[in-house]
């Protein structure tokens, strides 16, 4: 019997082929569309090595059973779709602005309505839930981070009836299992700190029980939404150094929010592993660490926070996160984000650089801003 074995362990040796002599450590790269007959896959969009070993792998990590997406984007349809026409969504008001941009496109069209709330404010979660078919929670929240209380929120849902699935991008497997909180599924943009080298466009939905799961699995085999065959192997060897990636991320990003908290060129710094953080006490109880995003205000407006951006020579400014480098963006940017967010918010995704390296860039970038 295999002994209980931690994530970081997981991360390393699940997903593998059996092991047999001149066997190959890893399961290889089949680049195949089409399969001899009489066979459990039959044809290619049902099924390929590289991603059955991703969906197991992340599957234990979870503690659930994973359904493998061709983007985060294609998970977060997959479970909107299992909204019956007319229900009703409850959503953060603030959150990332694709999965708010796609609802807020279903609702144009009359196929479902919605009720956005503050995440972080349990009690509007629990009222919003009543009559509900599915409550979509995220947190950390993209970009304002804010933290719900994830098993008093999917209590709620559970109670009312609704579907309760956790966005858990930000957090990883390793530091929040939604499922073991009472998530029916869980999300993930694997594109992000999965596979962690920018260099694959995944998502993955996670179950924890049949039903969910196998309604998830047969829209991807009917929408068509299947990951490549390389993404998943390259996915898959970025969730190999999972652990350590997120461990020296999230350790430069807690040094980083410290230091940034004092600078007189920030107005306001959120990260959830500073004491004065709104959502510290509860991340603390919930979560086994506080992630490698942090969100700072610079004392200014739009163009004040551009000209941080735009000086910045070692952070690359780009709208992705959770790979090795370090990134920035100020999201308002972007149209589609909330008018809620701060003009002058920079999103900052932390890497696995020299921690020494990255302040001294950031710091000249926000020292500029003052000398104008």
Same mark, same amino acid.
């Given at each position: 019997?295999?002994?209980?074995?931690?994530?970081?362990?997981?991360?390393?040796?699940?997903?593998?082929?059996?092991?047999?002599?001149?066997?190959?450590?890893?399961?290889?790269?089949?680049?195949?569309?089409?399969?001899?007959?009489?066979?459990?896959?039959?044809?290619?969009?049902?099924?390929?090595?590289?991603?059955?070993?991703?969906?197991?792998?992340?599957?234990?990590?979870?503690?659930?059973?994973?359904?493998?997406?061709?983007?985060?984007?294609?998970?977060?349809?997959?479970?909107?779709?299992?909204?019956?026409?007319?229900?009703?969504?409850?959503?953060?008001?603030?959150?990332?602005?694709?999965?708010?941009?796609?609802?807020?496109?279903?609702?144009?069209?009359?196929?479902?309505?919605?009720?956005?709330?503050?995440?972080?404010?349990?009690?509007?979660?629990?009222?919003?839930?009543?009559?509900?078919?599915?409550?979509?929670?995220?947190?950390?929240?993209?970009?304002?981070?804010?933290?719900?209380?994830?098993?008093?929120?999917?209590?709620?849902?559970?109670?009312?009836?609704?579907?309760?699935?956790?966005?858990?991008?930000?957090?990883?497997?390793?530091?929040?299992?939604?499922?073991?909180?009472?998530?029916?599924?869980?999300?993930?943009?694997?594109?992000?700190?999965?596979?962690?080298?920018?260099? *694959?466009?995944?998502? &993955?939905? =996670?179950? !924890? /029980?049949?039903?969910?799961? $196998? #309604? @998830?699995?047969?829209?991807?085999?009917?929408?068509?939404?299947?990951?490549?065959?390389?993404?998943?192997?390259?996915?898959?060897?970025?969730?190999?150094?999972?652990?350590?990636?997120?461990?020296?991320?999230?350790?430069?990003?807690?040094?980083?929010?410290?230091?940034?908290?004092?600078?007189?060129?920030?107005?306001?710094?959120?990260?959830?592993?500073?004491?004065?953080?709104?959502?510290?006490?509860?991340?603390?109880?919930?979560?086994?660490?506080?992630? *490698?995003?942090?969100? &700072?205000? =610079?004392? !200014? /407006?739009?163009?004040?926070? $551009? #000209? @941080?951006?735009?000086?910045?020579?070692?952070?690359?400014?780009?709208?992705?996160?959770?790979?090795?480098?370090?990134?920035?963006?100020?999201?308002?940017?972007?149209?589609?984000?909330?008018?809620?967010?701060?003009?002058?918010?920079?999103?900052?995704?932390?890497?696995?650089?020299?921690?020494?390296?990255?302040?001294?860039?950031?710091?000249?970038?926000?020292?500029?801003?003052?000398?104008?």
């Amino acid at each position: 019997m295999t002994a209980h074995r931690s994530p970081a362990t997981i991360a390393v040796t699940a997903g593998r082929p059996p092991r047999e002599p001149d066997g190959p450590l890893n399961v290889p790269l089949v680049a195949s569309s089409t399969w001899h007959a009489g066979g459990p896959v039959g044809y290619g969009r049902y099924g390929n090595p590289a991603w059955s070993a991703l969906e197991e792998a992340v599957g234990l990590l979870e503690g659930g059973r994973a359904v493998a997406f061709s983007s985060g984007m294609a998970a977060v349809t997959s479970l909107l779709d299992q909204v019956p026409v007319g229900g009703i969504v409850v959503a953060p008001r603030h959150a990332y602005s694709g999965s708010l941009g796609l609802l807020a496109e279903l609702v144009e069209a009359g196929r479902l309505t919605t009720r956005l709330v503050d995440v972080a404010d349990t009690g509007a979660v629990e009222s919003a839930a009543a009559g509900a078919a599915l409550v979509w929670l995220e947190s950390p929240t993209n970009p304002n981070l804010d933290v719900a209380d994830v098993r008093a929120c999917c209590a709620a849902a559970r109670a009312a009836g609704a579907m309760a699935v956790l966005d858990s991008t930000f957090a990883t497997p390793l530091l929040q299992r939604g499922l073991a909180a009472g998530a029916h599924a869980v999300v993930h943009s694997a594109t992000k700190y999965l596979a962690g080298h920018s260099d *694959a466009l995944m998502g &993955i939905v =996670v179950c !924890g /029980d049949d039903g969910p799961h $196998d #309604a @998830v699995l047969a829209h991807r085999s009917s929408r068509g939404a299947i990951p490549g065959a390389l993404e998943s192997f390259l996915t898959l060897r970025g969730l190999r150094t999972l652990h350590l990636r997120v461990e020296r991320a999230q350790q430069n990003a807690g040094d980083l929010a410290a230091r940034l908290s004092t600078h007189p060129a920030v107005a306001r710094v959120r990260y959830p592993g500073l004491a004065d953080d709104p959502g510290h006490r509860r991340a603390s109880e919930q979560m086994d660490g506080y992630g *490698a995003v942090v969100s &700072i205000e =610079v004392d !200014g /407006d739009a163009t004040a926070a $551009d #000209a @941080v951006v735009n000086r910045c020579e070692l952070w690359v400014h780009t709208t992705s996160l959770g790979g090795v480098e370090s990134t920035l963006e100020r999201r308002r940017r972007w149209p589609a984000e909330s008018k809620d967010v701060s003009e002058s918010l920079i999103r900052l995704s932390v890497g696995i650089e020299d921690v020494e390296d990255l302040w001294a860039d950031l710091s000249q970038a926000l020292s500029g801003t003052q000398s104008q």
